[in-house]
């Protein structure tokens, strides 16, 4: 029974594969390969892409689909979350999509080895198939097969962020530079390259990947303003000039925050084509461990 929980957990021979498969199923959408499949997601945190572009995966592939709203559930009466996924998984589902506020959840339901986890997003631990489809819009923008000595900086509050920290590792994995671009509460202690200011890098690095600060996870305000924190982190034309830099963000955006309104129609931001590209990364994603291994 093969999980998802980081994408360390696939070998490079199956992220090569997940590669490939996604843009063989861009190109022409491929056989009802999982239709005899159920999947059940179970998201605990808000989600707008993650969700819907995981049932659009599932559901191009001939598989359905439940839906647990966690606050309809039992859990909402006390019952456990273990008890609440044995229950789950004791119908016998071909796999539990789950997104959690702690880092380690889908995890200790891994461990339970009782139907494949795959995680959708895990406190600010990891968020693997975003990772994923970020690199594979990468990979698609370059128009190449490896990112290797290519330079990606990372910029917003990446101390925070699953997307970052998945994306982090993947990164790094497949040979890529990141530096990381962030006022000094927003940084997390690594090794990375660090700046407080992206002026200092912006002139070599091949992709800017934007963030959201994610106030529903600072215990308490760290910015009163965050105009004045925009003054300095926001991406707008003025600070990419003419740059032939690749421009992402994992979404939500906040507007003229992250990402100012000029360079979301600016034809280097790519934000809309890693939501279109996350449904084919996704349907490769549930091919592979739901169907090869
Ligand atoms: C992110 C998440 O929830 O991890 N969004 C996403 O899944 N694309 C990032 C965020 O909420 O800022």
Not at 70 to 80: A, F, L, Q, V, Y
Not at 108 to 115: D, G, R
């Amino acid at each position: 029974m093969q999980h998802l929980i980081d994408t360390n957990d696939f070998t490079e021979e199956q992220i090569k594969t997940i590669m490939e498969d996604a843009k063989t199923f861009k190109k022409k959408m491929p056989k009802k390969l999982l239709a005899d499949k159920l999947l059940i997601t179970l998201f605990f945190e808000s989600s707008t892409r993650t969700r819907s572009s995981f049932e659009v995966a599932a559901k191009r592939l001939g598989a359905s689909v439940i839906h647990l709203d966690p606050s309809k559930s039992s859990t909402n009466k006390g019952e456990s979350l273990e008890d609440t996924f044995e229950n789950l998984a004791a119908m016998e589902p071909d796999g539990v999509i789950i997104r959690h506020e702690f880092n380690n959840t889908p995890k200790k339901l891994a461990n339970k080895e009782l139907t494949p986890i795959i995680n959708a997003g895990a406190g600010n631990y990891a968020h693997p198939t975003q990772a994923l489809l970020d690199y594979f819009t990468m990979l698609e923008h370059f128009k190449t097969d490896t990112l290797k000595n290519r330079t990606i900086a990372i910029v917003g509050d990446i101390v925070s962020s699953r997307v970052a920290s998945s994306g982090i590792r993947l990164f790094t994995r497949m040979g890529m530079n990141v530096v990381l671009v962030a006022p000094k509460p927003f940084m997390p202690d690594n090794d990375l390259p660090k700046y407080e200011s992206l002026d200092d890098v912006i002139d070599s690095v091949d992709i800017v990947m934007s963030l959201r600060a994610q106030l529903e996870r600072h215990k308490a305000p760290i910015f009163e303003d965050y105009d004045e924190y925009a003054k300095e982190y926001c991406i707008t034309k003025e600070r990419m000039r003419n740059r032939d830099i690749l421009l992402l963000h994992p979404g939500p955006v906040m507007r003229n925050i992250d990402i100012s309104d000029e360079m979301l129609k600016d034809r280097r931001c790519q934000v809309l084509a890693q939501v279109r590209n996350g449904v084919f990364v996704r349907m490769a994603i549930l091919k592979e461990l739901l169907l090869d291994s």
